[in-house]
């Protein structure tokens, strides 16, 4: 079993940036891949982007991409998402989930684990 915490979440000014944490506990962090989603209600999850279980392969959604930076310290079993230039489209909650493999996923349902979820809220 793997548990996720996210956090870091909030309002913030169109133009600004939020770090989001997630710290993650049970079974051995570096052994597999984190990957960011978030949702609007009424619409489906998410993929932002995903690390794999070293931190050395990225994926990012095109729409994310130059703005959002995932990271990852397994020493410190936390995975971070770090958001500049928000939108108030970026308004959304956000999750982070692990699946138990080292390669990265793209699609939500690659990922067995999952956080409880923060929310983001740009105002224009």
């Known amino acids: 079993q793997v548990q996720l915490v996210e956090s870091g979440g909030g309002l913030v000014q169109a133009g600004g940036s939020l770090t989001l944490s997630c710290a993650a506990s049970?079974?051995?962090?570096?052994?597999?891949?984190v990957g960011w989603f978030r949702q609007v209600p009424g619409k489906e999850n998410e993929v932002l982007c995903t690390?794999?279980?070293?931190?050395?392969?990225?994926y990012y959604k095109g729409s994310v991409k130059g703005r959002f930076i995932i990271s990852r310290d397994n020493a410190k079993n936390t995975a971070y998402l770090q958001m500049n230039s928000l939108k108030p489209e970026d308004t959304a909650v956000y999750y982070c989930?692990?699946?138990?493999?080292?390669?990265?996923?793209?699609?939500?349902?690659?990922?067995?684990?999952w956080g409880q979820g923060t929310q983001v809220t740009v105002s224009s």
């Open positions: 690390i794999n279980h070293s931190g050395g392969i990225t």
């Open positions: 049970g079974r051995t962090f570096s052994n597999y891949a």
């Open positions: 989930a692990a699946r138990t493999t080292y390669e990265v996923g793209v699609t939500w349902r690659e990922y067995e684990y």
